[in-house]
């Protein structure tokens, strides 16, 4: 994500860069290089040489960046094209309700039962349907339909335990159970320094509460904000049971897993390289992310971290109360409206 830089002030930083995997992911980040190259040496026609890039292609991109940010430095993907002799949408859902119906069967009895409908499709196509939407397999087709009889009727099979093809989802039965706690890496500002957000979302209300700390992130770090998620969760009337954490350093150090033991309170650690398991945090932070970081940082310049603060407390109030969330498991509920009506239940 961007630093303070959006081009009204002169400048941008350089983002925390992923692995990268794809030819837009390279363009990108050559891209990026020879904006640094130039700002670094002050020389634009040799950084432009070394590249093999004009200056006029090397402005416009720099111009971009300034507007906009290093993202708009992204290729942009391309539409993929609707060919004329392509399989109408129609047929092709006809095709997957026929998969889960009759999972069993192979593609030349699709392509049969199709043409039994009057659509003439060739048993090679059906496979390619199937196969784009991981259905090509016997075995992935019988998983589908015992997973979606088990959404529908809660009849569990030995296919629907071993394809986890929903995902992974953390349900509790209470406020305070498993609070998800997660650390984020919001960027590097321009005259405050690397910037960490510190998450903690109850997993069974979504509601969320967030500190802003200057990085690298530690233990001392995850105890302070550890004791301020358990006093708002006091002044909400909620009680917490139990943390889930990663293993990060900052999550398995000794005077944080103390801290925890002197609160009484049941660590629960993810396996290694199963970010999935904390699905409840790093949803959040793609929304917090979206919503409240890219808009501020072109809306305005932060100097302080209590700056930074007050913008994600003004946003975690509209989050918490108004904002609806339309998940599978909110369906369009706010953390106060499933907070509130379980009290109210409870009180019943």
Not at 5 to 16: A, C, E, L, P
Not at 235 to 252: K, M, S
Not at 317 to 344: A, C, E, I
Request: proline residues 5%; contains cysteine; aromatic residues 8%.
């Amino acid at each position: 994500m961007m630093g303070s830089g959006d081009g009204r002030f002169g400048s941008y930083q350089r983002i925390k860069e992923p692995i990268t995997v794809t030819p837009a992911e390279i363009i990108y980040q050559r891209r990026v290089r020879l904006l640094d190259l130039a700002r670094e040496t002050g020389n634009v026609a040799e950084a432009c040489r070394t590249f093999g890039v004009s200056r006029t292609r090397f402005y416009e991109w720099k111009s971009l960046a300034e507007r906009y940010g290093l993202e708009a430095l992204m290729p942009k993907t391309r539409r993929t094209p609707q060919l004329p002799n392509a399989t109408p949408t129609h047929v092709v859902a006809d095709l997957l309700t026929m998969a889960v119906v009759e999972p069993t069967i192979g593609c030349r009895q699709y392509a049969d039962r199709l043409d039994d409908r009057g659509y003439s499709i060739a048993p090679s196509t059906v496979q390619r349907h199937l196969v784009a939407h991981g259905l090509g397999m016997r075995s992935q087709r019988v998983a589908r339909a015992a997973a979606i009889t088990l959404m529908t009727t809660g009849l569990v099979t030995e296919s629907a335990r071993d394809e986890d093809l929903f995902g992974f989802c953390l349900a509790t039965g209470g406020p305070g159970e498993l609070i998800c706690l997660d650390s984020f890496y919001v960027g590097n500002l321009k005259g405050v320094g690397k910037v960490y957000q510190l998450t903690a979302i109850d997993v069974f209300t979504r509601w969320a509460t967030v500190a802003i700390v200057l990085g690298p992130v530690n233990g001392t770090h995850t105890i302070r904000f550890l004791d301020q998620v358990l006093k708002h969760y006091r002044r909400l009337g909620v009680g917490v049971r139990a943390i889930l954490t990663d293993n990060g350093p900052e999550y398995v150090a000794s005077g944080f897993r103390a801290h925890l033991i002197k609160k009484n309170l049941t660590h629960v650690r993810i396996p290694p390289r199963s970010p999935n398991h904390n699905s409840v945090c790093e949803r959040f932070h793609g929304t917090i992310l979206q919503e409240c970081w890219r808009p501020a940082f072109h809306r305005r310049h932060f100097t302080s971290i209590r700056q930074l603060q007050a913008e994600a407390d003004a946003w975690l109030t509209r989050y918490n109360n108004r904002r609806k969330n339309h998940g599978d498991y909110m369906r369009g509920r706010t953390p106060k409206y499933v907070l509130d009506s379980f009290k109210q239940n409870k009180a019943a």
